[in-house]
C-alpha cells in the first residue's frame, strides 16, 4: 500500500449544545484544543457529533466551521453519513464546497441493505464527488456489518481511500493487509480500546472518542506505537484503558460531554432522545479522568 492520506490520531468530535443550540464558541475552543494538543486530523458530525439528530442545516454549519478554525492546520475528514444515498451525497458535495480534506461515510443505518446494497451505496457516493472518502462501519450503530469481501471490492475505487473499522475486530486489518493490495487504503481503528492492537498489526490510524477529552494522552500512544515503543504505548494504554471504556458506560457521547463539562470546556447538553449521562456512571468516570491525569 501507498502512504496513507489519512492517519494518526484523528477525533471524532462532539458537538457542543447550550440551551437547544450549536454552542460555536465552545467548538471554536474544542477545535484549537484539539489542535495545540497535536491531533493530525478532526471528524465533525460523526456518530460522536450527534448527526443523528441534528438538523441539516446544522451539520453543514458544523463541518463549515471545522474547516474554518482548522484552516489547513490538520485535516477535516466530514462526517456524511446517511441513511438514505441521495442525502448522503448532499451532506459529500457539501464537505467539497467548503474545503474539507475528505468525508466519513457510515453504512446506511436502518434499512439494513445487503452486500450488493452497500457496495451500490458506496460507488454511487465515490462517483458523485470527488472527494476521498473513508468507509465507516460500525455495526452496533447501523445494524449492518459490511463484510470484508465488500471492502475490498470497493477499495479499488480511486475516491475511497480508507475505512473506520469500529468493530472491534482485530482479525479484520490483517485481512485486509493481506487482500487489499496496489493501492492507498487507510486502515483506521474506530475503537479506542483496541487501537494499540489494530496499530500493531498494520492500521495507521484511530477515529477517537477517548481524544476528545484526553487528546495529548492519545497522541503520545500513537507517537510511542508509530516509533515502535509499544513498551511505552501500552504505559499509555493502561493509563488510558478506564477511560475508553468510562466514555461508553453510557450513551455515546453523554458521557465525553460530561466529561469535558467537568474540564469547563462545554455543557452536558445533548439532544433528545439522548439524556444526560446518569449520575450511576459519573464516580467511574471521575476515577478514569484521575487516571489518565486530568484530574
Not at 466519513?104 to 445487503?114: A, E, F, G, M, Q
Request: glycine fraction near 10%; include cysteine; charged fraction near 20%.
Amino acid at each position: 500500500m501507498t502512504a496513507p492520506l489519512f492517519k494518526g490520531v484523528i477525533t471524532a468530535l462532539i458537538t457542543p449544545l447550550r440551551d437547544g443550540k450549536v454552542d460555536e464558541a465552545a467548538f471554536r475552543a474544542l477545535v484549537e484544543r484539539q489542535i495545540a494538543a497535536g491531533v493530525h486530523g478532526l471528524v465533525p458530525m460523526g456518530t460522536t457529533g450527534e448527526s443523528a439528530t441534528l438538523h441539516p442545516e446544522e451539520h453543514r454549519r458544523v463541518v463549515e466551521l471545522c474547516v474554518e478554525v482548522a484552516a489547513g492546520r490538520v485535516r477535516v475528514i466530514a462526517g456524511a453519513g446517511a441513511s438514505a444515498t441521495d442525502k448522503a451525497i448532499d451532506f459529500v458535495r457539501h464537505a467539497k464546497t467548503v474545503g474539507a480534506d475528505g468525508a466519513l461515510v457510515v453504512t446506511p443505518y436502518y434499512n439494513r441493505p445487503s452486500q450488493a446494497g452497500l457496495s451500490a451505496h458506496f460507488e454511487a457516493v465515490a462517483e458523485a464527488v470527488q472527494l476521498p472518502i473513508l468507509l465507516y462501519n460500525v455495526p452496533g450503530r447501523t445494524g449492518v456489518d459490511m463484510a470484508n469481501e465488500t471492502v475490498a471490492r470497493l477499495a479499488v475505487h480511486p475516491n475511497i481511500v480508507g475505512i473506520k473499522d469500529a468493530t472491534g475486530d482485530l482479525a479484520r486489518v490483517s485481512w485486509m493487509r493481506a487482500n487489499i493490495v496496489g493501492q492507498q487504503f487507510d486502515l483506521i481503528s474506530g475503537d479506542d480500546p483496541s487501537y494499540l492492537g489494530y496499530h500493531a498489526q498494520g492500521g495507521v490510524g484511530v477515529i477517537s472518542v477517548t481524544s476528545n477529552v484526553a487528546p495529548e494522552a492519545m497522541v503520545a500512544l500513537h507517537e510511542a506505537a508509530a516509533a515502535g515503543d509499544y513498551a511505552v504505548a501500552r504505559d499509555w494504554q493502561d493509563r488510558l484503558i478506564g477511560l475508553h471504556k468510562g466514555l461508553f458506560l453510557d450513551s455515546s457521547p453523554s458521557p465525553a460531554k460530561y466529561a469535558l463539562a467537568r474540564l469547563g470546556l462545554c455543557t452536558e447538553e445533548v439532544r433528545l432522545p439522548l439524556v444526560p449521562t446518569s449520575d450511576a456512571v459519573k464516580p467511574a468516570i471521575d476515577r478514569a479522568m484521575a487516571d489518565a491525569g486530568l484530574g
